[in-house]
C-alpha cells in the first residue's frame, strides 16, 4: 500500500485532482495515522486519501463498479480474488505481477511490478490518460473474468484427482490414502502456482 501511495503522489496535478485515491480495507486508527504521515511526506493532502474501512459485499461491489480504475498492488497472494471480482464488475484492472496475479489478470499490459513505485505510477497514468488502453483494460477485464467460475473449479479439480488416481493404479496404495498424501503435499509446497497445484502445466 505504501508504494502505491507513493506512487499515486508522483502523477501530474491535474489526475490526482480528478481521481482522489480510495483506499477500501480495513484500517486501524495507529495505522491510519502511519499512512496519513507518510502520504503527507509526499506531498499529499489528507483529504486526496479516502478511507473507506471494512466494506460489507454489497458495497464492495458497487465500488467495483463505479471505479474509474481498480489497482492492486499486492505483494503475496494466494490466488487474487479482488482483481478477478473487480473485473468480473467490469472494472479497469491494474494488477502486481506477484506470484498468482498473473494467471487470474492474464495481462502482461495490465500489470505491474509491485516493489517499482515508477512502474506503478506509469500503469496508472497510461490506464488514466490512454483512451485507447483503457476501453482495452475494461473489455480485457470482463473477457478474462468469464474463464473463472467456481463450477469450473471444481471441474478443474476433479479432473486432476482422476489423472492422480489413475497414475496410481497399481501401485499399491489405496485411492484415499494417495489422494491424501497428495492433497498434502500440494499444501506443503507453498512455491507451486494455482495451476502446478492442479497439475495441470503445459496441458
Given at each position: 500500500m505504501e508504494a502505491l501511495i507513493h506512487a499515486y503522489s508522483l502523477l501530474p496535478q491535474?489526475?490526482?485532482r480528478?481521481?482522489?485515491?480510495v483506499l477500501?480495507?480495513?484500517?486501524?486508527?495507529?495505522e491510519l495515522q502511519r499512512i496519513t504521515v507518510l502520504a503527507e511526506g509526499y506531498g499529499l493532502r489528507r483529504e486526496q486519501l479516502i478511507f473507506t474501512g471494512y466494506l460489507p459485499d454489497n458495497d464492495l461491489i458497487?465500488?467495483?463498479?463505479?471505479?474509474?480504475?481498480?489497482?492492486f498492488p499486492s505483494l503475496h497472494e494466494g490466488f487474487g480474488?479482488?482483481?478477478?471480482?473487480?473485473?468480473?464488475?467490469g472494472a479497469a484492472t491494474l494488477s502486481s505481477n506477484a506470484t498468482s496475479l498473473s494467471e487470474v489478470v492474464g495481462w502482461d499490459d495490465a500489470m505491474f511490478d509491485p516493489t517499482n513505485v515508477e512502474d506503478i505510477c506509469r500503469a496508472i497514468q497510461r490506464a488514466l490518460t490512454d483512451a485507447v488502453?483503457?476501453?482495452?483494460l475494461k473489455q480485457h477485464s470482463l473477457s478474462q473474468s468469464a474463464k473463472f467460475s467456481w463450477d469450473k473449479t471444481a471441474l478443474t479439480a476433479i479432473s486432476s484427482f482422476a489423472k492422480l488416481l489413475e497414475n496410481n493404479e497399481g501401485k499399491g496404495t489405496s485411492p484415499?490414502?494417495?489422494?491424501?498424501?497428495?492433497?498434502?503435499?500440494?499444501?506443503?509446497?507453498?512455491?507451486?502456482?494455482?495451476?502446478?497445484?492442479?497439475?495441470?502445466r503445459g496441458q
Amino acid at each position: 500500500m505504501e508504494a502505491l501511495i507513493h506512487a499515486y503522489s508522483l502523477l501530474p496535478q491535474e489526475l490526482q485532482r480528478r481521481y482522489p485515491l480510495v483506499l477500501a480495507y480495513s484500517v486501524r486508527e495507529k495505522e491510519l495515522q502511519r499512512i496519513t504521515v507518510l502520504a503527507e511526506g509526499y506531498g499529499l493532502r489528507r483529504e486526496q486519501l479516502i478511507f473507506t474501512g471494512y466494506l460489507p459485499d454489497n458495497d464492495l461491489i458497487a465500488l467495483y463498479n463505479i471505479c474509474k480504475l481498480f489497482v492492486f498492488p499486492s505483494l503475496h497472494e494466494g490466488f487474487g480474488l479482488p482483481p478477478l471480482e473487480a473485473m468480473s464488475c467490469g472494472a479497469a484492472t491494474l494488477s502486481s505481477n506477484a506470484t498468482s496475479l498473473s494467471e487470474v489478470v492474464g495481462w502482461d499490459d495490465a500489470m505491474f511490478d509491485p516493489t517499482n513505485v515508477e512502474d506503478i505510477c506509469r500503469a496508472i497514468q497510461r490506464a488514466l490518460t490512454d483512451a485507447v488502453f483503457y476501453k482495452k483494460l475494461k473489455q480485457h477485464s470482463l473477457s478474462q473474468s468469464a474463464k473463472f467460475s467456481w463450477d469450473k473449479t471444481a471441474l478443474t479439480a476433479i479432473s486432476s484427482f482422476a489423472k492422480l488416481l489413475e497414475n496410481n493404479e497399481g501401485k499399491g496404495t489405496s485411492p484415499d490414502e494417495f489422494l491424501s498424501f497428495k492433497i498434502d503435499q500440494i499444501a506443503q509446497n507453498e512455491s507451486l502456482s494455482e495451476v502446478d497445484r492442479l497439475g495441470l502445466r503445459g496441458q
